[in-house]
């Protein structure tokens, strides 16, 4: 066959002819000159590994900047059955971990997984495909159980939550205070969770030694996640009057009942426990002064909480203990203050002498523990704060995952993954990604109410973000580990055996081996690090 022709030119000039192929290269295998071979991998974001639930951040981050919310909520509920909860309550390890933390400032995955949650308020969640005979009853409707009925009824099993109070939540309703957590908002996303998924809801229903008994014998498993109920007051605070369990005072302001009468008060304990009773009796015009044995840098709260607690004008009394407490003839206690030292072992004992501290009322919340523990039984399986002690409410989310997982197996099903935490070869770490064609940006400044407004009520403390921000934002994440067939390798290869295809979500870069030489410009120049070089066999 004749590959070249010479032809005239047209135009007049210099050159009267050149040689024009007619034919491609596709004949010559240059493939056959290669040592190492590209080859694509999905790879585990540290975003990822730091989630509790193993959210896939660049799976719903994608979708978003493309301007597709169903998709991406699709995708971000696929792990995480609560985001408009988790969006503001979470203590956000995704973004503590962020790879971009290294380049500029990390992304706002919070805010993002916020407005996703907050769009699929109004729309319902896929109904099961199937209904299977298999019913299990899940008692508490914390996160925990809520995320178990979740995983379990959307693979077709037959759920029925029992919980004793009036209104399902847990923790959710009645512990975390409605400046952080709008009641209207946890109300619909329940609704819409239940709903969708046809699980059925015992409201006002104590589960005692005998109703669990009657419950093992109706259903195939039971999960058993009440929390953690009741707070623990430890002497001297036992049995006084004007002392409060923080977790008692937070369910009381839940429902509207009137705090507690005085003006002043005292709260043991550094937790979020402690900073949420504190910022709800400021917001009732309560003086407050928070009493931790450590610094307040090693308290366990939220940083963000903290900050904001003091902006609101609690005070932060560090290293001090309560070595006493009287009641004095006016009804006020009295607190007797020592300095706290640490041991060898970290163990802190009292010090010197701190002074006095004369309030109206104190609030303990130092520890909470079960209402009631019940026997052991082959087919009853605890989770949530109840089997692991107090956490977030991400991390009670896997914990009802997990044992949604457990069941399943037991059931001979193998449809939720036993684990929300990502399985990969690697971790992408900084060093990984090749950043020259992403310019710095700097991040969403998450908007917050000022002290004064906060202190008026409870609304929430951070108003909503517009749209457009949020995408922007999302247009940030780098996808560590997350092929966006971005075209980048394509650009790069001498040898024109790259194609992209984005029909393949996937895997979208396609290799085409026969004519790659392996020079690795593919990997060099990959942002994500999704394509590494391996030696040919």
């Not at 975390?176 to 998924?197: G, H, T």
């Not at 369990?245 to 426990?273: R, Y």
């Not at 996808?479 to 895997?507: H, K, M, R």
């Amino acid at each position: 066959m004749e590959t070249l022709k010479y032809e005239e030119l047209i135009a007049p000039g210099e050159i009267k002819d050149f040689p024009v192929s007619m034919t491609t290269t596709e004949a010559n295998l240059t493939g056959n000159w290669k040592f190492f071979r590209p080859r694509t991998r999905r790879l585990t974001a540290p975003c990822r590994q730091a989630c509790p639930l193993g959210v896939e951040v660049a799976a719903y981050v994608q979708p978003l900047v493309r301007g597709d919310l169903d998709a991406a909520l699709a995708a971000l509920r696929r792990d995480n059955p609560l985001p408009a909860v988790t969006g503001r309550v979470c203590p956000r390890f995704c973004q503590q971990q962020c790879n971009r933390r290294q380049f500029d400032q990390p992304v706002m995955i919070g805010s993002l997984e916020r407005f996703l949650g907050d769009y699929g308020l109004d729309v319902p969640l896929p109904a099961p495909s199937v209904r299977l005979a298999s019913r299990v009853a899940v008692v508490g409707s914390g996160p925990a159980g809520l995320a178990a009925a979740a995983f379990l009824a959307r693979d077709g099993i037959r759920v029925s939550v029992y919980e004793r109070r009036p209104a399902p939540g847990g923790l959710l309703r009645y512990g975390i205070p409605a400046y952080r957590l709008p009641k209207d908002i946890l109300d619909r996303e329940i609704d819409n969770l239940v709903c969708s998924l046809g699980i059925e809801m015992r409201l006002g229903e104590e589960v005692d030694a005998a109703y669990l008994e009657r419950l093992l014998a109706a259903y195939d498993f039971v999960f058993w996640a009440p929390g953690l109920g009741q707070a623990v007051i430890p002497t001297p605070f036992a049995g006084q009057l004007g002392v409060y369990g923080a977790l008692e005072l937070l369910a009381d302001l839940a429902v509207d009942e009137a705090p507690p009468p005085g003006e002043s008060f005292a709260v043991i304990g550094g937790g979020n426990a402690a900073i949420d009773a504190a910022r709800s009796l400021r917001r009732h015009g309560r003086q407050v002064e928070i009493i931790y044995r450590r610094t307040r840098e090693e308290m366990p709260a939220y940083e963000d909480e903290r900050r904001q607690a003091l902006e609101e004008g609690v005070v932060i009394r560090e290293r001090r203990l309560v070595t006493g407490l009287t009641t004095r003839q006016n009804g006020r206690l009295l607190l007797e203050l020592s300095e706290s030292r640490a041991g060898a072992d970290r163990t802190v004992m009292p010090g010197a002498p701190a002074g006095q501290l004369e309030v109206d009322g104190v609030v303990v919340a130092v520890g909470q523990q079960p209402r009631w523990t019940p026997p052991a039984h082959e087919r009853l399986l605890t989770g949530g704060d109840f089997a692991g002690g107090p956490a977030t409410v991400a991390a009670a989310l896997a914990s009802g995952r997990r044992a949604a997982a457990e069941i399943e197996r037991r059931l001979g099903l193998a449809l939720t993954e036993d684990s929300g935490a990502a399985s990969s070869e690697a971790v992408v770490d900084f060093a990984d990604l090749h950043l020259d064609y992403c310019p710095p940006r700097p991040a969403l400044v998450v908007p917050e109410l000022p002290a004064a407004e906060r202190l008026a009520g409870f609304a929430e403390v951070c108003p909503p973000v517009d749209k457009e921000e949020l995408i922007a934002e999302a247009e940030r994440c780098f996808s560590c580990g997350y092929c966006t067939a971005c075209g980048v390798c394509w650009f790069f290869c001498p040898d024109l055996a790259i194609s992209i295809d984005e029909s393949e979500p996937q895997n979208p870069v396609l290799i085409d081996l026969d004519h790659c030489k392996g020079c690795g410009l593919c990997a060099a120049s990959c942002p994500r690090a999704v394509i590494t070089m391996e030696e040919e066999k």
